[in-house]
């Protein structure tokens, strides 16, 4: 049996007395692709970030190539070839591709001998062997996001790591992106590096991982093969129940037309020529490629970038929503992709972050009323399954699918006629998944109208009464959940129909 590439023996860790982790041990081999499973606040992130030393641990200890690190430290961490590559890339917008390789390279104290013409020479080298097809001299913040990733994984192989570790790293990829990435994954694996792949899409770890580590609770619960390891096993093990209907969609009789855009375009957001209507009781898809316009149309109807032509309806009534607090009073409410960044406050904590926009609701004589709001905020946390030491915490302590819980909250306390939901279980584990979809269903059984923005076609496909479909800031197509079929939708998007 070869030596592991890296091992966590009996990782303990508790923050504020909450136990994260317990007794949990981890090996990684080269030429494997280990993936780590569980459901929301389950300790992965922790866990990968005990190996990084962002995060000390209360007891246990890494081994990295057969020695013993007592004391790990991100520095340390990376002169062992360990790279990590999270959801939200670290890179320098306003630095070129090849200065962010250089620097990230070269470390500061260096940086600044130039020789640019040999940088730029290893930048390409580099990009080269990742597959990216990324200019050296590209400013990084006109980069896309799997862009972005490429760069990182660049990164990751010039600075010769032999681990590396992906925490969602599919989140923000379409399903063209997710197949190159894990071209990549496979070549990086056969080269003989060691990747560490936590995911909640459970496919993906099928596809991809020779074994899987499944957390629960913070304890290990398994270290299994993929070999007849199935969904409902992967399930089983992570929830610890069974679990049925992913897609609860049920046919709701379609109410009146609550909101109606006209030939909206805005130009500052790049949309043209958007005529839709959502009708109460309906889930309304909209789909299409990354840079389709979906955000942009959402930010529209927001109120963020609001129309600069055509004409928005509500309930029949002409309206002019010219911010977000005008959206929220008109009873549109949105919960948007990046949480982490517009979602929520993350100083804040989640009694205060779920009544935000509903504080009407909770005060009394322009005092707010803290037990009404702690009574609405338990409410949700039970609904949503919030997993938190405490409702008292600052939503920055929590997981990050427990944070995306709670912005989802925030919006649903407001009560909304209209709630537009940007990938709504994007980071959200299957368990909690479903019971978003659940809900969703029962806020349309009560009249609401939901516009759902998703890249992932199963969710769409599965939820959807009807779906629209964006390409190139306008809308391309609208499909009834009797046509719509991944080809019919693809083709829309790619502009083949
Ligand atoms: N800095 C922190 N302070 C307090 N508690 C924390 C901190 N970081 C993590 N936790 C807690 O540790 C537990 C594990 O969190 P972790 O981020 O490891 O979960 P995860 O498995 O990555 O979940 P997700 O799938 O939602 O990303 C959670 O209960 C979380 O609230
Ligand atoms: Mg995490």
Known sequence: MPEPLLQAVAISKAFSGVRALRDVSFDLFAGEVHAIVGENGAGKSTLIKIMTGAVAPDSGTLVVGGRSVPRMDPALSRSLGIAAIYQQPSLFPHLTVAENLAFALEGVARWRRVNWSARRKRAAELLDRVGAALHPDRLVETLSMPEQQLLEIAKAVGGAA????????????????????????ER???????????????????????????????????????????????????????????????????????????????????????????????????????????????????????????????DGRRVDITSPARAIALGIDYVPEDRRRHGVVLEMAIPANVTLASLHLVSRAGFIDRDAEHATASRYVDALRVKAASLDDPVE?????????????????????????????????????????????????????????????????????????????????????????????????????
């Open 162 to 185: 032999r681990v590396l570790i992906m925490d969602e790293p599919t989140a923000s990829l379409s399903e063209r992106e997710v197949d190159r990435l894990f071209r990549l994954v």
């Open 188 to 314: 990086l694996r056969s080269d003989g590096l060691g990747l560490i792949y936590i995911s909640h899409r459970l496919e993906e770890v099928q596809a991809i991982a020779g074994r899987v580590t499944v957390l629960r609770d913070g304890e290990s619960v398994a270290t299994r093969s993929r070999d007849g390891l199935s969904r409902s096993d992967l399930i089983q093990l992570m929830t610890g129940r069974e679990l049925s209907d992913i897609f609860p969609k049920k046919a709701v009789t379609p109410g009146d037309v609550a909101l109606e855009l006209r030939d909206v375009s805005c130009r500052a957001a790049g949309i043209r020529n958007v005529s839709i209507a959502l009708r109460r009781g309906e889930i309304l898809g909209l789909a299409g490629l990354v840079g389709s316009g979906r955000t942009e149309l959402a930010g529209t109807m927001y109120g963020l970038t609001p129309a600069d032509a055509g004409e928005v309806l509500l």
């Open 397 to 497: 302590s929590l997981s990050g699918g427990n944070q995306q819980k709670v912005a989802l909250a925030r919006a649903l306390a407001a009560n909304p006629t209209v709630l537009i939901l940007d990938e709504p279980t994007q980071g959200v584990d299957v368990g909690s998944k479903s019971e978003i979809h659940a809900l969703m269903q029962s806020l349309v059984e009560r009249g609401l109208a939901i516009l759902m923005i998703s890249s992932e076609l199963p969710e769409i496909l599965g939820m959807s009464d009807r779906i629209a479909v964006m390409r190139g800031g306008t809308i391309a197509g609208v499909l009834s959940r009797a046509e719509a079929t991944q080809q019919s939708l693809l083709a829309l998007a790619l502009g083949h129909a």
